[in-house]
T-cell receptor
Framework: AAGVIQSPRHLIKEKRETATLKCYPI?????VYWYQQGPGQDPQFLIS???????DKGSIPDRFSAQQFSDYHSELNMSSLELGDSALYFC????????????FGPGTRLTVT | QKEVEQNSGPLSVPEGAIASLNCTYS??????FFWYRQYSGKSPELIMS????GDKEDGRFTAQLNKASQYVSLLIRDSQPSDSATYLC???????????FGTGTRLQVTL
């Protein structure tokens, strides 16, 4: 079965640079979620989108923005990167009319130097 | 206090034994409950979901939910070394809403 696709899988940036992470949800899933997981931490919710509209917002820094496009893929844009942004970034998707189950992509490991 | 609490472990069980993982949550509005397995450096993998009080079985896994006690558990029967991972309990308050995770319990299955 098709899964959530994320790209790139690894990304190395310097402080103050920008980064764009992409997420392609499972086909027919209409809701996308972004989570950040620091070393030894549990995943923390950043933001979610349903039908291209922001549906919920968590602890996402103002330096980050995201959107969902007409084909339901989503991009997380991160600017003025800080060392503390180094983490695993996961995208998950679900179908609003189905179960409440969220399926996670493989993640993007962002390292800020 | 975290909204979702788990014992961080490690929980060590011998191969073939039953592993029992527990989770409590504080938001009585929580509607959906999930167990994810996460290997080091990998993404969370959904292994069980449960929505109503009682037990739900799927293969070697059984999830138990008690909303009155705000308690969720996961039993793994016939534990295998490949079950060694961190198990994350997650809850949400409705359809298409964010997941709130516990800190995870690290399970070690010994030979």
């Amino acid at each position: 079965a098709a899964g959530v696709i994320q790209s790139p899988r690894h990304l190395i940036k310097e402080k103050r640079e920008t980064a764009t992470l992409k997420c392609y949800p499972i086909p027919r899933h209409d809701t996308v979620y972004w989570y950040q997981q620091g070393p030894g931490q549990d995943p923390q919710f950043l933001i979610s989108f349903y039908e291209k509209m922001q549906s919920d917002k968590g602890s996402i820094p103002d330096r980050f923005s995201a959107q969902q496009f007409s084909d339901y893929h989503s991009e997380l844009n991160m600017s003025s990167l800080e060392l503390g942004d180094s983490a695993l970034y996961f995208c998950a998707s679900s179908h609003r009319q189905g179960t409440y189950e969220q399926y996670f992509g493989p993640g993007t490991r962002l390292t800020v130097t | 206090q975290k909204e979702v609490e788990q014992n961080s472990g490690p929980l060590s069980v011998p191969e073939g034994a039953i592993a029992s993982l527990n989770c409590t949550y504080s938001d009585r509005g929580s509607q959906s409950f999930f167990w994810y397995r996460q290997y080091s450096g990998k993404s969370p993998e959904l292994i069980m979901s449960i929505y109503s009080n009682g037990d739900k079985e799927d293969g070697r896994f059984t999830a138990q939910l008690n909303k009155a006690s705000q308690y969720v558990s996961l039993l793994i029967r016939d534990s295998q070394p490949s079950d060694s991972a961190t198990y994350l309990c997650a809850v949400n308050t409705g359809t298409a809403s964010k997941l709130t995770f516990g800190t995870g319990t690290r399970l070690q299955v010994t030979l």
